[in-house]
């Protein structure tokens, strides 16, 4: 079998799924399966050796990971990695896959941060650290702590590189020995109800529920963020969050009744609502 024969079998197997990127998900597959035959190839080299034959062990392998995918698990886990904005971080099963939804809130962050000389933030509920890595790649200086509940995820967080880690229950007023003030404050909390018809079946099936679900209404972490975790930061310090698609509304109306400042909403890229910040007022 030749690689251009083993993509086409991927190829094949992938099409019942109806994926909006198959090519791109059976030369990634297949090149996970390529190194875990002992060649090193990757993604975009599979167009480069199409016809080389494959190691004899290949088949197997690649069985083994098309069957994970065709039962639904993301291609993130099956990968072990993936890139958030223009970062590529190991991810687990201990955490949420980071998504195009977020970058939304890197952007904001880093736009308002950036004036500010070597800021002082905090990711709360960061899992992989995905939020503060970014701010951090593209602010000067970036001071990032990163905080969340799950041990395992915290974990992952230090594998992507993260240095000041703590174990914080972000449903808690923060601890006493958390000192000092932060100029930044960035989460992306668990938001969903249960039962919300729009959770996709993989999310549901694969990702850290402990990561997704916010309380019988989504809104718990809201609640204890808001005003419990101001606290920790200096006046005029940004407070931003990522919220549910039809949250945005209840989230800016509770950041202001919290004593935010210029509270505003931004849209992610599909166009809803996803971001609320606001300044601590001085």
């Not at 799924?17 to 875990?36: C, N």
Request: glycine share 8%; with cysteine; net charge negative.
């Amino acid at each position: 079998m030749t690689y251009a024969e083993a993509l086409r079998y991927t190829l094949d197997t992938l099409s019942p799924m109806g994926l909006k990127m198959p090519g791109l998900e059976a030369r990634e597959i297949l090149a996970l399966a390529a190194r875990l035959s002992g060649e090193d190839y990757h993604a975009d080299t599979i167009a480069f050796i199409r016809e080389h034959d494959v190691p004899e062990e290949l088949p197997e392998i690649l069985d083994a990971l098309l069957e994970r995918r065709l039962r639904g698990e993301p291609l993130a886990y099956i990968l072990g990695e993936w890139e958030f904005y223009g970062i590529t971080l190991e991810v687990t099963r201990d955490v949420l896959i980071p998504r195009p939804d977020t970058e939304c809130l890197v952007q904001n962050a880093i736009a308002l941060l950036g004036p500010t000389p070597s800021p002082r933030i905090l990711d709360l509920c960061c899992g992989s650290g995905c939020i503060g890595l970014a701010i951090a790649a593209n602010c000067d200086s970036v001071q990032a702590a990163y905080g969340d509940i799950s041990e395992a995820a915290l974990a992952v967080a230090r594998s992507n590189g993260c240095e000041d880690i703590r174990q914080l229950d972000a449903l808690k007023p923060p601890p006493p020995e958390l000192l000092g003030v932060y100029d930044g404050i960035v989460c992306n909390p668990p938001y969903v109800a249960p039962g919300d018809t729009a959770l996709d079946a993989s999310v549901l099936g694969y990702e850290p529920h402990i990561a997704l679900f916010g309380g019988a209404d989504g809104l718990a972490f809201y609640r204890s963020l808001l005003p419990d975790w101001l606290s920790l930061l200096r006046p005029g310090g940004l407070f931003a969050v990522e919220v549910g698609y039809d949250q945005a509304e209840t989230v800016a109306a509770m950041a202001r009744d919290a004593g935010l400042a210029d509270v505003r909403v931004r849209k992610d890229y599909a166009g809803h609502d996803r971001v609320i910040y606001g300044t601590k007022e001085e």
